[in-house]
C-alpha cells in the first residue's frame, strides 16, 4: 500500500503554522515552551533554516528583557533550547540549560518518592511536569550520559505512572494531591 500526499502542501501548513505560532504573545513560561517544542519539531522535520532563526531572534530578545526565575513550567523552554544549542553551539544556551537542570535537581520541590511538586501546588503531582521538567531532564541527562539524571527523570515518569494512572482504565487523571490522598486537584487558574 502506497501513501499518497502532497509534500509541498504539507511543507505550506506547516510553514503557515509556524509563523502562526511565532507571532503569538509568548513568555518565558508552559505555553511558549510547549509551541516553540513544536517549532523545534518543524525544523527538524522540513530543514527550514528561517525556524530556527526565528526561534533565535525571540530568545535573544528575551535573554536581552532578563530570565524569570525557574519554576516547573519555565522549564519547558529548555526544550528549544537544547535544539539552539545543538544547532549552534552557543555556549549561553547550554548555560541557561544547566542553570534549569540545577534548578530542577537542587531547588524545585518535591515530595514523596522525590516527586516534582508541580509549580504552586505543595505534594500535587501533574501530568504537565513529565514535558516540563522530566522529558527535558532525560534529554539533558542522555546528552552529558549522567546516570543519575537519567534515574531522575524516569523516576518522574514511574511516579507520574502510579500516581496518576487508573489502573483499570489506564488512562490518566490530570493531577493528585498528595496532602488530600486524592486525584482531584484545584487550581485557581
Not at 39 to 61: F, H, I, P, S
Not at 92 to 113: C, E, T
Request: one cysteine or more.
Amino acid at each position: 500500500m502506497k501513501l499518497n500526499y502532497d509534500k509541498e502542501e504539507i511543507l505550506r501548513v506547516i510553514d503557515n503554522i509556524v509563523k502562526k505560532t511565532m507571532t503569538m504573545d509568548l513568555t518565558w513560561d508552559w505555553p511558549c515552551g510547549v509551541a516553540y517544542y513544536g517549532v523545534t519539531r518543524a525544523y527538524k522535520a522540513t530543514g527550514n533554516k528561517q525556524y530556527l532563526d526565528m526561534l533565535k531572534k525571540w530568545t535573544e530578545e528575551y535573554i536581552e528583557l532578563g530570565l524569570p526565575d525557574w519554576t516547573i513550567n519555565t522549564c519547558a523552554m529548555g526544550h528549544m533550547l537544547i535544539t539552539l544549542y545543538e544547532e549552534t553551539s552557543e555556549q549561553n544556551y547550554w548555560d541557561i540549560i544547566m542553570s534549569k537542570v540545577d534548578y530542577i535537581r537542587n531547588r524545585a520541590a518535591r515530595f514523596g518518592d522525590k516527586v516534582l511538586e508541580h509549580l504552586d501546588f505543595p505534594e500535587q503531582a501533574w501530568a504537565d511536569t513529565l514535558f516540563m521538567a522530566a522529558f527535558f531532564l532525560l534529554r539533558v541527562g542522555v546528552k552529558l550520559k549522567d546516570e543519575e539524571m537519567i534515574n531522575d527523570a524516569l523516576n518522574q515518569y514511574y511516579c507520574h505512572i502510579k500516581y496518576l494512572q487508573n489502573s483499570s482504565t489506564s488512562l490518566w487523571y490530570h493531577g493528585y494531591d498528595n496532602v488530600k490522598g486524592s486525584i482531584k486537584v484545584s487550581s485557581n487558574r
